[in-house]
């Protein structure tokens, strides 16, 4: 028989050297010039004697398919855990870098990957070490006003955040915290690595309880702060912090039993591609190229350029790509299920994802392990914008067809059915 559930959370810096390239924007030279507050690496840790998961958050743009296996396979050998059974969910903060080579923008350093790893490994050893029984209690606090939908005024809008406690004997409180929001108050013209509001929110919260925290972003593709700037991210980690932490009622939420799935499923890309409209695309983003002067300018159109080219090249050569598969896994501690997605989902994702679940307590979680692109809903496609239209040309080759949003819900209800079931 299983016994009760352990938690353990650990937590290392990783705020790499000075000059280490920052990721997320386009229109940013890469280089950063300093540190404005440190890079997190957090590892929860669950076990009930039987079987173990391992979740590791960082305060990164985003990752890749093989340096996401690098660290699963690390954090494995250093805790015994499956692989299989360890997840790697970035935050997704844009003053950051980033494992993931977006077209045009720089990808972290191998030296840097490698101690990332090792962080990985050390912070899940200690959590798995340090893990204790625990209790959960569940609340929702109300952020209202602090997000905004990005695309459009009358666009959905999830301002509710989940907050589970998790209180564990002879060890410090847990305080998880679940919002969808893009960690942006540091905009492009930032240079300085920093968590944005995520950092100043563990910050927040630590200094108000004397206790531990543990952000994961949801469904946050097209939803800002509305605060920008430094001032702005204190501002909107220190009000979620006081959402947080005052978030009533706390009602009890069962912890057990600890079940784990997981599916892959492939992501259906759009493929009737114009040749002649590529090819006059090109030549205008060529003519483009050639009056510019501006570096960040030269950088955006370039990637465009370079974007084109590689499409016309695959359609002459009758070589479009494969549609790309993503990983969909979902833990589930009793009463609350996290269910980690491999995209930046957008708001109507969560959604309708919560609203379906079977689980009481249901958190998607965007930016798992090898990100795809953007998803949203069929209905988010009649809509474009830079999301489902422009940004799978940092990405990738294609587009995806509208269906591939409702793939993703598919494929993460079955998997929280599985664990529920």
Request: contains cysteine; negative net charge; proline residues 7%.
């Amino acid at each position: 028989m299983a016994e009760p559930l352990r938690i353990g959370l650990a937590a290392r810096d990783i705020t790499p050297e000075i000059g280490e390239p920052l990721s997320g924007y386009i229109h940013r030279e890469p280089p950063s010039l300093g540190v404005l507050d440190p890079l997190t690496l957090q590892a929860l840790a669950l076990d009930d004697g039987e079987k173990a998961a391992v979740v590791i958050v960082t305060d990164l743009v985003g990752s890749d398919g093989p340096a996401t296996q690098e660290l699963r396979d690390a954090v494995g050998r250093a805790t015994g855990v499956a692989p299989e059974y360890i997840v790697w969910h970035s935050v997704h903060t844009h003053a950051s870098p980033s494992f993931h080579r977006y077209r045009g923008m720089e990808r972290a350093s191998k030296a840097y990957l490698q101690s990332v790893i090792a962080a990985a490994g050390d912070a899940a050893r200690e959590a798995m070490e340090t893990a204790r029984p625990s209790r959960g209690f569940h609340a929702k606090a109300s952020v209202a006003g602090l997000s905004h939908n990005r695309r459009r005024a009358d666009g959905p809008i999830d301002d509710e955040a989940s907050i589970v406690t998790l209180k564990r004997e002879d060890a410090d409180t847990i305080h998880l915290a679940h919002w969808q929001c893009h960690p942006v108050c540091l905009g492009s013209e930032n240079r300085y690595l920093s968590g944005d509001y995520v950092g100043a929110f563990r910050r927040s919260a630590a200094a108000a309880s004397g206790e531990l925290s543990l952000y994961l972003n949801g469904c946050c593709g097209d939803l800002n702060p509305r605060q920008r700037g430094y001032e702005g991210a204190t501002a909107t980690g220190r009000e979620l912090a006081a959402a947080a932490l005052g978030a009533q009622p706390q009602e009890p939420v069962p912890l057990e039993p600890l079940r784990i799935a997981r599916r892959s499923a492939p992501f259906p890309l759009k493929r009737d591609i114009d040749l002649e409209v590529t090819r006059e695309y090109l030549a205008s983003e060529r003519e483009r190229l050639a009056t510019l002067d501006d570096p960040l300018h030269l950088r955006e159109c370039q990637a465009m350029v370079d974007w084109a080219e590689a499409l016309l090249r695959a359609l002459e050569q009758d070589a479009l790509p494969p549609d790309p598969e993503g990983e969909i896994t979902a833990i589930r501690m009793g009463g609350v299920a996290l269910v980690f997605l491999p995209c930046e989902a957008l708001c109507a994702i969560g959604l309708s994802v919560k609203a379906q679940s079977p689980v009481p307590v249901t958190l998607p979680v965007s930016c798992t392990g090898k990100v795809v692109g953007y998803l949203g809903t069929p209905d988010e496609f009649q809509w474009g914008g830079y999301e489902l239209d422009v940004a799978t040309r940092y990405y990738s080759l294609l587009p995806f067809r509208p269906e591939a949003g409702q793939v993703l819900v598919d494929a993460a209800l079955a998997t929280l059915h599985e664990v529920w079931s």
